[in-house]
């Protein structure tokens, strides 16, 4: 069964030209499975570099460094006279689960004009009211980015890594930056399946990692539950319509999953004790997303 598993994977890319650089499967009873279609260098992680970011914050919530439901602007008072009308009742909460009802919509890939992009997203005006309203954009991670600089000290990637990075092994990762230095912390995140694979083991752990409590275990239990409704922007019945966590799509089937541009997936699946993550630069990652699911996820 377990050669199969990958066999019939490996086949349905080859056929489908689904694009994938390589697949980890981890089973909390049996050996890894892996498949490598092609070395395994480290690649752009793309939108799960925001689950990255979402754990960030929840290790900063439990040192006391700020709290999910707190305005945002409290840490950046100077903001205030920029701020657009309701702002001020925006939360770290909202901007984790992109339902700051801001207008603004940026991504990692765009070009930054602005003197300051968190200026730039504080004084662009709402159309919905903070938590009413899933709108997908990378501008309330990187203001999460800069929270955690603002409140720590230190970078998101510079937070992460002895609290994360250096516990898992995974050496001096690149983070792309905007014009300030500032990690975009939405995106731009370099690892290779392997090493995503042992984030998705953390999760799936509950933050425990070789007897180590590095995350929070009730932090991380609450990020698949504290999820907004998503079916409006989605479209019912889509991989994208089942709600987000803080930082995670939820599966609809008890699953969760990191998920990014052109086929960055690793799917947590606590019932079944497994993850799979998969890199990819795939022409259709719904596709491939649907291999995972009925391939590898349902056979197990």
Not at 55 to 79: K, N, Q, T, Y
Not at 83 to 109: C, N, Q, Y
Not at 168 to 175: G, S
Request: aromatic share 10%; glycine share 8%; with cysteine.
């Amino acid at each position: 069964m377990a050669d199969d598993l990958l066999a019939d994977f490996v086949r349905a890319d080859q056929e489908q030209g689904l694009g994938s650089y390589g697949i980890h499967v981890y089973r909390a009873d049996a050996d890894p499975l892996t498949h490598r279609f092609r070395s395994d260098d480290r690649v752009n992680l793309y939108s799960v570099s925001k689950t990255f970011t979402a754990v960030a914050a929840g290790l900063a919530v439990a040192e006391g460094r700020f709290d999910l439901d707190a305005p945002f602007l409290d840490h950046f008072p100077e903001l205030r006279g920029i701020a657009a009308d309701g702002f001020e009742r925006v939360t770290p909460r909202h901007l984790i689960t992109m339902t700051s009802g801001s207008t603004h919509k940026w991504f990692a890939d765009e070009r930054i004009d602005a003197a300051d992009l968190l200026h730039e997203f504080v004084a662009t005006p709402l159309d919905a009211e903070p938590g009413t309203r899933f709108a997908y954009t990378g501008s309330g991670p990187y203001a999460i980015g800069r929270l955690l600089a603002r409140t720590t000290g230190a970078d998101v990637r510079a937070y992460l890594e002895p609290r994360l990075f250096r516990p898992l092994d995974l050496h001096n990762p690149a983070w792309h930056t905007c014009p300030l230095g500032f990690p975009f912390a939405e995106s731009d995140l370099f690892l290779r399946t392997e090493e995503l694979s042992r984030f998705a083991q953390l999760l799936l752990r509950e933050g425990e990692w070789q007897g180590r409590q590095l995350v929070p275990a009730e932090f991380v239990r609450r990020m698949p539950a504290e999820s907004v409704d998503t079916a409006t922007a989605a479209g019912h019945g889509s991989a994208f319509g089942h709600g987000y966590g803080l930082g995670v799509w939820l599966g609809g089937d008890g699953t969760f999953r990191m998920d990014g541009r052109y086929g960055q997936y690793s799917i947590v699946d606590p019932r079944r004790r497994v993850t799979v993550t998969v890199t990819a630069h795939s022409p259709d990652d719904t596709a491939l997303l649907k291999a995972i699911d009925e391939l590898i996820l349902q056979r197990l």
